[in-house]
């Protein structure tokens, strides 16, 4: 962004929203005068204000493409494969590479530790992260999933408009955020957008998740809010659920003990499986 504080405040108030979202289940009455606020102050209206990180090139570049240099064994999630399968989503072809083997989209079951499989029966992550990614940005926050708060705030009351509405722009700006050659075609987008089914919320928060592809950290919070969608753990999974917390590093309780015990004694145990305040699913 620079010095174009206009962008900034775009940003801050959408981030405002994304957080006050978050608290959407166990704080309604707060998390919505607070996302009004951030609506009213004005967020993103366009891609041209997506905040994202970008990569100069060598030595500064993307780090999956970095990775890839040295090694070619990242599967994609079968979940996500099948679920764009499912929706018939022109994303597939970018969020995945066909198997080498048959040409195929076949992703990986997550938390199968020791599986037994040929890598080129399988998908690799999409070659605009990889392959051909050195330049590829990584995402902080996007139209896309700006407006797809909206429309769950629309569905939910907290602001007045058309959450349908809402819910096909905020497809609409994911798809067309991509500037590559596997990316939907416009055609692609209207077509797909004119066959999705919409039924409320869950629909929105579906869409969602699939928008945030490579924004792990995030996905992986809208998980743990709306339960959406649901994620069946691995075979090999030693947790009772998928974890749901990072624990503290060990040199928390050897240099800052006092204060890391009274986060314990509000948070509950020092787990991967203890929620955080904001999660309820």
């Known amino acids: 962004y620079g010095n174009d504080f206009s962008l900034w405040r775009k940003f801050a108030n959408s981030m405002r929203m994304r957080l006050a979202m978050r608290m959407s289940e166990v704080d309604p009455s707060s998390a919505s005068a607070a996302f009004q606020a951030a609506y009213a102050a004005g967020g993103f209206t366009s891609n041209a204000d997506n905040a994202e990180l970008n990569w100069p090139g060598n030595p500064y570049e993307n780090p999956l493409f970095e990775n890839w240099q040295g090694r070619d064994d990242h599967g994609i999630s079968g979940f996500m494969v099948d679920m764009l399968k499912s929706l018939n989503d022109p994303r597939l072809e970018l969020y995945a590479e066909p198997a080498t083997e048959d040409g195929e989209y076949r992703g990986l079951q997550n938390g199968d530790i020791t599986p037994e499989f040929s890598l080129a029966l399988y998908s690799r992550i999409g070659n605009y ?131 890391y015990q009274a986060a314990v004694s509000r948070q509950g145990p020092d787990e991967l499986t203890t929620t955080v305040w904001w999660q309820v699913n």
Not at 155 to 165: L, V
Not at 167 to 186: H, I, L
Not at 221 to 234: F, Q
Request: proline share 5%.
């Open 129 to 259: 992260w990889r392959a051909n990614g050195s330049a590829t940005p990584t995402a902080i926050m996007t139209n896309g999933e700006v407006l797809l708060l909206q429309a769950e705030a629309v569905e939910r009351g907290w602001i007045a408009g058309d959450a349908q509405a809402l819910y096909e722009a905020g497809v609409r700006a994911n798809m067309e955020r991509y500037d590559y050659s596997m990316a939907p075609t416009a055609a692609e987008i209207d077509t797909y957008i004119a066959g999705l089914a919409y039924n409320g919320i869950e629909d929105i928060q579906t869409q969602q998740w699939i928008g945030l592809f490579m924004n792990g950290a995030e996905a992986w919070a809208h998980v743990r809010r709306t339960g959406i969608p649901v994620l069946t753990p691995g075979p090999d999974l030693t947790l009772s659920r998928i974890a749901t917390r990072f624990t503290y590093p060990t040199l928390e309780q050897s240099l800052n003990l006092d204060s």
